[in-house]
């Protein structure tokens, strides 16, 4: 089973700055990794899949990238609707998919 | 617009047998794509529970020890979860979800299963 590492496992930040958030397979998923966004008491949230394609009605300001190993989800400007849990998972080697364990988007 | 609901008991008791219900919307089953279940225990973290195609293939994961089965309704547009023998540890919200290729494009609200005597 392929293990997904979120790194950190909180961000504090302010409205306005960028934050980046990381996710590390432990082998290569390819380009098969996607990004959802969970808000308390909600179902995550689809942002990014296939490394790098927002999804349909995504915000240009989240953006993808990386392959193999190591993946990246940056917003670029924070918005007060963005403090939330984002979480990675890859679909290249399943059964099973696996999900990275998150991390918390706090407001500094 | 695609929607997902997942409908079925809120509270199970210990080794009982948990079954949940997906209701698609704005799209038919039959057209294509994978169907999967995701849960979530409270306060933790995401784990993929098994997926079905339109055909009635599935894929388990094996995880959870051989106690799943996912099966489908094309005719009511449905797809369904059995968990067998459960425990205190398949407490959880359970998501039932769309699945285009390697990932989980539409999402029901998910429902709280509780297992307790």
């Known amino acids: 089973e392929i293990v997904l590492t979120q790194s950190p496992a909180t961000l504090s930040l302010s409205p306005g700055e960028r934050a980046t958030l990381s996710c590390r397979a432990s082998q290569s998923v390819s380009s098969y990794l996607a990004w959802y966004q969970q808000k308390p008491g909600q179902a995550p949230r689809l942002l990014i899949y296939d490394a790098s394609n927002r999804a349909t009605g995504i915000p240009a300001r989240f953006s993808g990238s990386g392959s193999g190993t190591d993946f990246t989800l940056t917003i670029s400007s924070l918005e007060p609707e963005d403090f939330a849990v984002y979480y990675c998972?890859?679909?290249?080697?399943?059964?099973?998919?696996?999900f990275g364990q998150g991390t918390k988007l706090e407001i500094k | 617009q695609v929607q997902l609901q997942e409908s079925g008991p809120g509270l199970v008791k210990p080794s009982e047998t948990l079954s949940l219900t997906c209701t698609v919307s704005g799209y038919s089953i039959s057209s294509g794509y994978y169907w999967g279940w995701i849960r979530q225990p409270p306060g933790k973290g995401l784990e993929w529970i098994g997926n079905i195609y339109h055909s009635g293939s599935t894929y388990y994961n094996p995880s959870l020890g051989g106690r799943v089965t996912i099966s489908v309704d094309t005719s009511k547009n449905q797809f369904s979860l059995k968990l067998s023998s459960v425990t205190a540890a398949d407490t959880a919200v359970y998501y039932c979800a769309r699945v285009p290729n390697s990932f989980f494009d539409y999402w029901g609200q998910g429902t709280l299963v509780t297992v307790s005597s």
């Open positions: 998972q890859q679909g290249s080697n399943w059964p099973p998919y696996s």
